[in-house]
């Protein structure tokens, strides 16, 4: 079965420093990529996606993941956080032949000012 | 920003009760979706739609059931609530594409005493 490997739970960082959120799925075939982010009292929301092209992709605030498709793998990075990115982020995979969206269980991260 | 509301945000109630968690969405979507949440854990599909008059359930077996008579509207009803049914349900929507960008409300938070 499909599933999404988010590597880290909690996360805490200083404000200013750098992140890196790991995911990795287990589907082989062609995917498309998120990250969905949850701030506090908040909806989920796309923070970025892949489809294909370049690996590297960048999103809103800041943020970026690149796709390495050998290590089935989609990191997200900030290379300075704020306190405003406290929040909850979702990687989630979609594999074409379920067209169904596999979210992983989430990393919280918590940013101190 | 997506446009897509549940009502309620938030209920409490007792066992036995029949409730009906309230999905519309104003994008024209087709496809609409029900995930069920807990604190911790990854987001699990528990019933799907492609378009009026379709339903079909998700990876997640729920004793719940879904309609689909307008577009708009996605209810999901549960006949007699239980505390296993305790839990978080997230509602979603997304264009009938193969990029399939799921957009999500606010969520609505069920306790059953």
């Known amino acids: 079965a499909q599933s999404v490997s988010q590597h880290n739970h909690h996360v805490i960082l200083s404000e200013a420093a750098s992140l890196e959120l790991g995911c990795n799925y287990s589907?082989?075939?062609?995917?498309?990529l998120f990250w969905y982010v949850q701030y506090p009292g908040q909806h989920l929301q796309l923070l970025l996606k892949?489809?294909?092209?370049?690996?590297l992709v960048k999103g809103i605030k800041g943020f970026e993941a690149e796709f390495i498709k050998s290590k089935f793998s989609f990191n997200l990075r900030k290379p300075s956080v704020q306190w405003s990115d406290t929040a909850e982020y979702f990687c989630?995979?979609?594999?074409?032949?379920?067209?169904?969206?596999?979210f992983g269980t989430g990393t919280r991260l918590q940013v101190f000012p | 920003e997506a446009d897509i509301y549940q009502t309620p945000r938030y209920l409490v109630i007792g066992t036995g009760k029949k409730i009906t968690l309230e999905c519309s969405q104003t994008m024209g979507h087709d496809k609409m979706y029900w995930y069920q949440q807990d604190p911790g854990m990854e987001l699990h599909l528990i019933h799907y739609?492609?378009?009026?008059?379709?339903?079909e359930k998700g990876d997640l077996s729920s004793e719940s059931t879904v309609s689909r008579i307008r577009t708009e509207h996605f209810p999901l009803t549960l006949e007699s609530a239980r505390p296993s049914h305790t839990s978080q349900y997230l509602c979603a929507s997304s264009e009938e594409t193969t990029e399939n960008i799921q957009y999500f409300g606010a969520g609505t938070r069920l306790s059953v005493l």
């Open positions: 589907y082989g075939g062609t995917v498309n």
């Open positions: 739609s492609y378009g009026v008059n379709s339903t």
């Open positions: 892949y489809f294909s092209g370049d690996p």
């Open positions: 989630a995979v979609l594999s074409y032949n379920t067209d169904k969206l596999i």
